[in-house]
Nanobody
Framework: QVQLVESGGGLVQAGGSLRLSCAAS????????MGWYRQAPGKQRELVAA???????NYADSVKGRFTISRDRAKNTVYLQMNSLKPEDTAVYYC???????????????WGQGTQVTVSS
C-alpha cells in the first residue's frame, strides 16, 4: 500500500557529508510525520530526526547542529543532510512514515528497508 525507498548511504571519512533520501510511493492518502532512525550493531534502533506535516523538527541530541531533516511534500520525500560525520554515526539508517493509504484511510507506521552509512576514522 505504501512503500518507502531509501537511497544515499555509503562510506565516507570522518568529517565528511552524506545526504539520505526516502521516497514514499503507493496508494497514499496522506502522510503525517516522517523521520529517520538508525541502528548500529548490538544497539537498539534510535530516533535520529523527525519532521511533522507542518514542518516541525526534532533531533537526537547526538546529531543536533550536524544533521538537518527536510521534506518535499509534493514528492512525498524526506531528506537527511548529514554533515561533520563521526565514526559513531555508523549504522543502518531507516526511513519511517506515519501514512494513511486510500484503502482504509487509517494511519499506519511504515518502514524502509534501510541504508548503510559507514564513517571511517
Amino acid at each position: 500500500q505504501v512503500q518507502l525507498v531509501e537511497s544515499g548511504g555509503g562510506l565516507v571519512q570522518a568529517g565528511g557529508s552524506l545526504r539520505l533520501s526516502c521516497a514514499a510511493s503507493g496508494s497514499i492518502f496522506s502522510i503525517n510525520a516522517m523521520g529517520w532512525y538508525r541502528q548500529a550493531p548490538g544497539k537498539q534502533r534510535e530516533l535520529v530526526a523527525a519532521i511533522t506535516s507542518g514542518g516541525s523538527t526534532n533531533y537526537a541530541d547526538s546529531v543536533k547542529g550536524r544533521f538537518t531533516i527536510s521534506r518535499d511534500r509534493a514528492k512525498n520525500t524526506v531528506y537527511l543532510q548529514m554533515n561533520s560525520l563521526k565514526p559513531e554515526d555508523t549504522a543502518v539508517y531507516y526511513c519511517n512514515a506515519d501514512a494513511a493509504p486510500y484503502s482504509n484511510y487509517r494511519v499506519y507506521d511504515y518502514w524502509g528497508q534501510g541504508t548503510q552509512v559507514t564513517v571511517s576514522s
